[in-house]
C-alpha cells in the first residue's frame, strides 16, 4: 500500500511523515508541499531538506492564486499583521470565528489537492498532521476531528472507495505529537514553523509558543534553535 | 447574501447559474471555471459566453498540474480515448470502479477551491449542478448526494460555519434539469458538453448521449445543434 503525506516542513507533518514511512516503508512514501502565497514559504526549503533526510519522492504546488482575494495576516498579499499571543489570547477578539491566521478552507484544499495527485499515483491512504490543539476553541476548524470525519468521507465516497484519509493526531496535542517525533527520531532540527518566515523564529506568534511548550512538555529543547 | 456558482459552461452548471440568479439576483452572484487539462476545454469559451450574456463576474482558474499524472481518458495528457456509449453500457466493463472519464476527485477539489475563493469573497453559500444521472451506478461517485452532503458539512465547519453548498439538481435527473432550465430561459444555445472538443459535438460520448436525451424528453432539440 502507498501514502501520500500532505508536508509542509513544520513539525506536525514532519512527525506524520515520519510515522507514515515507519508504518508503509520510505519506498512507499510520497509527501506533499504546497505554497499558497504565505509569508514563511521558507518552509518549503524544510519540507525540501527533511524529504532528502529520508529519500523521499517530493511532489510541489503552487496554489497562491487562489489565495488571492484573501485578507488572511499569513498571507503576503494582506496588510494585516501576524498576531502574537498564543490561540487563547488570540480567540478572546474574533467573536467565535476563527483566528486571523485561518487561510479559508486551506485544510480542505489541500486534501482535495493530495486526493487528485494520491488517485492518479496509486495510493490508498493520505496522511496529516492536524492535531487538537490548533481545532480548540474553532481557532482553526479545518483542524478538527469533526471536519476530518467528513473529508474523509467526501474522499472515500467522491473516489469511489479507493482512498481514505488518515489523520492520526487529530485527537491528540502538540505536545502528544512531539512525544511520537522523538521515538521515531523525526528530524526536527530541519524543520520550520514560524509564522513570520524571518531568518530565525520569532518567538512570538501562535506557531511559534505552540511549538515551544510542546517541546518544554516533553522536557527538551527545540533541536531547530540550537 | 452572495454565492459563487462552480460553473463549466455545460448544460448543468448554466442551469445552476441561472436559479442562483433568480435566487440571489446577477449583482450577487460569482461564477467560478476552472480548466484542468480536460480535451474539451473550449467549455471555458461557453462560460465566457454565458457570463457575458448575464453580465456577472467570472473567475478563472487552472489547475491543470494537479491532474498531470492521471491517465483519465478525459485528460489531454492521456492515451486512452473517451468512450463512446451511455455511462450504463461503459459500466459493465468497469469491474465497480467509475467510468474512464472521471476525474480524479475533481468535484471534490473545485467545491474546496470554490471555498476558499468563496470566502475570500463574502460568499455565504457555493452552488453546484451535480445531478443523479451522473452518480448512478458509480459513473461519477463524486456527483453523489452521499458525498455531497459530506463535502457540505466538512465545507460548513471547516469554514467555522461561514459557507455551505446547495447542490439544487443532487436528487433530480438530466431531463429535470433542463426542464428547469427551460423554465428560467437558460441560454442553452451558448453552452458546451461534448468531451471530444471537437468542432461540433460528437454525438456518440456519454455527455452528448444524455444530453440528447434530457432534451428529448422535453420535446425539444438542443438549441446548440440549431
Redesign the interface.
Known sequence: MKALVLFSGGLDSTTCLALAIEKYGAQNVIALSITYGQKHDKEALSAKAVAEHYGIELLT?DLA???????CSLLKGSDKDIPKGDYAQQLESTD???VST????????F???A???A???DCEVIYYGAHSDDAAG?AY??C?S??ND??N???Y???????RIEAPFVNLTKADVVAQGLRLNAPYELTWSCYEGGEKPCGCCGTCIDRAKAFAANGISDPALN
Open positions: 504546488l492564486r487562489i489565495f488571492e482575494g484573501s485578507d467565535g470565528k476563527p485561518y487561510v479559508p478552507f486551506r485544510n480542505g484544499l486534501l482535495s489537492c486526493a487528485s495527485m488517485l492518479s499515483r474553532n476548524p479545518d478538527s469533526e471536519f467528513h473529508m468521507e467526501a474522499i465516497i467522491g473516489s469511489g472507495k479507493q482512498l
